[in-house]
């Protein structure tokens, strides 16, 4: 069985301290942390800036229970068949934390928007493409996990399994979610 295991990068893997920037027209800007902007009903004329994505994050911290399921991934599955599928639009700086908290240095995919259905675009394609016949999610967005869930369980039935990784007062809490 060729299983892929995926997991979303911030408030995910690490707490990156990474906002949102929202910005009204003759308004001071206002600062979202990812779980406020995910529930964030935008209004007519706010403009969003995404840019604390495009850098390396401000204040990276590892959420020890899913980064060692990342490590424990990578010697069950081998490196190759590890990803990070991020809405970030680069690469490169999710490399580097990965690098200065000695993670295996898996591949990142930053696909340079927030649209849920964009992620379940490029799962749909990594199966198509390698023959994955398993996959195994861990990713903080509710609407993230239910899109690549309706592309991907057709595909796969049963041998698709998401974990919502969750924040609580005292750390996260990693919950599998149920068909």
């Known amino acids: 069985m060729k299983t892929l295991a995926v997991f979303d990068f911030d408030d995910t893997l690490f707490n990156s301290g990474a906002r949102v920037i929202v910005q009204k027209p003759g308004q001071a800007p ?43 991934a990578v010697l069950r599955h081998g490196l190759e068949n590890v990803i990070i599928l991020t809405a970030r639009g680069r690469p490169g700086p999710v490399e580097k934390v990965l690098e200065n908290f000695q993670m295996p240095p898996v591949e990142v995919i930053a696909i340079g928007s927030s649209n849920p259905d964009d992620k379940a675009q490029v799962l749909n394609d990594l199966i198509d493409q390698v023959g994955y016949d398993r996959l195994v999610l861990y990713e903080d967005s509710i609407p993230n996990i ?34």
Do not use: C, N
């Open 30 to 72: 206002t600062y979202l942390s990812t779980h406020e902007y995910a529930v964030y009903v935008p209004e007519e004329d706010d403009e969003f800036d995404f840019s604390e994505f495009s850098i390396y994050p401000p204040r990276p911290e590892p959420i020890a229970q899913t980064t060692r399921a990342l490590q424990s």
């Open 146 to 179: 239910a899109a690549i869930r309706k592309r991907i369980q057709p595909i796969l039935g049963k041998m698709f399994f998401a974990y919502q990784v969750i924040p609580t007062k005292t750390g996260v809490r990693v919950k599998k979610i149920s068909r």
